[in-house]
């Protein structure tokens, strides 16, 4: 069975702060992806990264960036300067090569940026 | 741009009443999905299609039904709708390569849908 859990519900920042956002995972196969969603009040999930189980090399996208460690089952997303349009639920997401196409979500951050 | 497009994006229906969804896509992706989101949860997966292979959740509802007439277009049938049918239906794509790193999925904007 695969798991995911974010455990902060909801956070709320002002503007300008840095804000990361917690996943952990939880699954038996060997080789496994993990993704992020945004999905901000429009409705639309929009894919902002995959990190492979094999590299766990982190990345930086802008603003953003991502913390992948297998050892502690995390794969966390840090948002630097944060800004009003960050403001959105931020899903992440595990695919194992067990599970061929499924997509095991977890249950969402709902992210707000004061101005 | 290609893309995944859900039509209409806010439905209305009566208790009871059939009513269809669609998605089509330009991306020539062999996977689509049906996700069913209720208010402050997770997309659930409700079936997807792996080229015309169709692959049911083993706890959705009799009620949805779908058909996928070609790779582009995908419908989602909900024949009966209840009140518990209210929610976000979004449609995905994804293509399935002999490198499984590319197998994220893209999504259409959803379709919203209410029952009355």
């Known amino acids: 069975a695969q798991k995911v859990t974010q455990a902060q519900t909801e956070i709320s920042v002002v503007e300008k702060e840095d804000v990361t956002l917690d996943c952990v995972y939880e699954t038996r196969d060997t080789t496994y992806y993990l993704f992020w969603y945004k999905q901000p009040p429009s409705g639309e999930l929009v894919f902002l990264i995959r990190r492979n189980s094999f590299d766990e090399q982190n990345e930086i996208s802008g603003r953003y960036s991502w913390n992948f460690q297998k050892s502690t089952s995390s794969f966390n997303f840090t948002i630097t300067a944060s800004q009003v349009v960050d403001s959105a639920v931020y899903f992440c997401?595990?695919?194992?090569?067990?599970?061929?196409?499924?997509?095991?979500f977890g249950e969402g951050t709902q992210l707000t940026v004061n101005p | 741009d290609a893309m995944v497009i859900q039509n209409p994006r806010y439905q209305v229906t009566q208790f009871g009443k059939p009513v269809t969804l669609s998605c089509s896509q330009t991306?020539?992706?062999?996977?689509m999905y049906w996700y069913q989101q209720k208010s402050s949860q997770a997309p659930k997966l409700l079936f997807h299609y792996y080229d015309k292979d169709f692959n049911n959740e083993a706890d959705t509802p009799d009620n949805f039904q779908s058909r996928r007439p070609n790779t582009s277009f995908c419908f989602l049938d909900i024949r009966s709708p209840g009140l518990g049918d209210a929610a976000m239906y979004l449609c995905?794509?994804?293509?399935?390569?002999?490198?499984?790193?590319?197998?994220?999925?893209?999504f259409g904007p959803g379709t919203r849908l209410t029952v009355l």
């Open positions: 991306l020539n992706h062999n996977v």
């Open positions: 997401a595990l695919r194992g090569e067990t599970s061929g196409s499924r997509l095991t």
């Open positions: 995905a794509t994804s293509r399935t390569t002999g490198d499984p790193t590319y197998n994220e999925q893209f």
